[in-house]
């Protein structure tokens, strides 16, 4: 039981380059984000996804987008990738509905855009 | 809108002792979780703890326990016996229990320091 999986753990990009980054879980849950770490703003909600194929924009969304392939995976892609999106990111999971309300996380990306 | 803040960017203790970090949060919820997660350098988000709004009682889970004041809308961490591997970034959480998405806002967050 892996829990909640991210990949690459670092990345160094130039401005206008693209990547995606990869979530996975194994913990059946329905309900997945991405957020984005940056120092004394602690953890900011990028987008989320309530269950397969359905996504929704949190507090900080443009400049990213998300796919919701199946249960398990919840993708962040960057189409051109700026300065400004230099960050740590997070992929978490939570079964919403259920009375624990706990989101779980993944061990993190270190992206570096120059 | 909710908002969770932490005042304090950093407290340091001395192994053995005890901190409290502070929490506040705004919200027009009646029912709700708080949490407390832990980052060590790791980067791994680590929960700490957690708190149902509709309880009385504080939550504690061994040397890590919380002051939960509804009224005043207010959720410190005391961390007993401080260790050196308490050292981390502590963040405070919110979570509505109407939001379906389960959706959370964190705070800045607090650095803890553990000098031996």
């Known amino acids: 039981n892996a829990g909640v999986t991210q990949t690459p753990k670092f990345q160094v990009l130039k401005t206008g380059q693209s990547m995606t980054l990869q979530c996975a879980q194994d913990?059946?849950?329905?309900?997945m984000y991405w957020y984005r770490q940056d120092p004394g703003m602690g953890l900011r909600l990028i987008y989320y996804?309530?269950?397969?194929?359905?996504?929704d924009k949190g507090e900080v969304p443009n400049g990213y987008n998300v796919s919701r392939l199946n249960k398990r995976e919840f993708s962040l892609r960057l189409e051109s990738a700026a300065p400004s999106q230099t960050s740590v990111y997070f992929c978490?999971?939570?079964?919403?509905?259920?009375?624990?309300?706990?989101?779980?996380f993944g061990p993190g990306t270190r992206l570096t855009v120059t | 809108a909710q908002t969770v803040t932490q005042s304090q960017p950093e407290m340091s203790v001395q192994e053995a002792e005890t901190v409290t970090l502070s929490c506040t949060y705004d919200?027009?919820?009646?029912?709700?979780?708080l949490f407390w997660y832990k980052q060590p350098p790791s980067r791994q988000m680590i929960l700490v703890i957690r708190?149902?709004?509709?309880?009385?009682q504080n939550a504690t889970e061994n040397r890590f326990s919380v002051n939960f004041q509804k009224a005043a809308k207010s959720f410190s961490l005391k961390i007993s016996d401080s260790q050196l591997g308490d050292a981390a970034m502590y963040f405070c959480a919110y979570r509505a229990i109407t939001d379906s998405w389960g959706k959370f806002q964190f705070g800045a967050g607090t650095q803890v320091v553990v000098t031996p």
């Open positions: 978490a999971s939570s079964e919403a509905r259920d009375q624990e309300g706990v989101q779980y």
């Open positions: 708190q149902e709004a509709y309880k009385q």
């Open positions: 996804s309530a269950s397969e194929g359905t996504t």
């Open positions: 919200t027009s919820e009646s029912d709700y979780y």
């Open positions: 913990m059946n849950h329905n309900s």
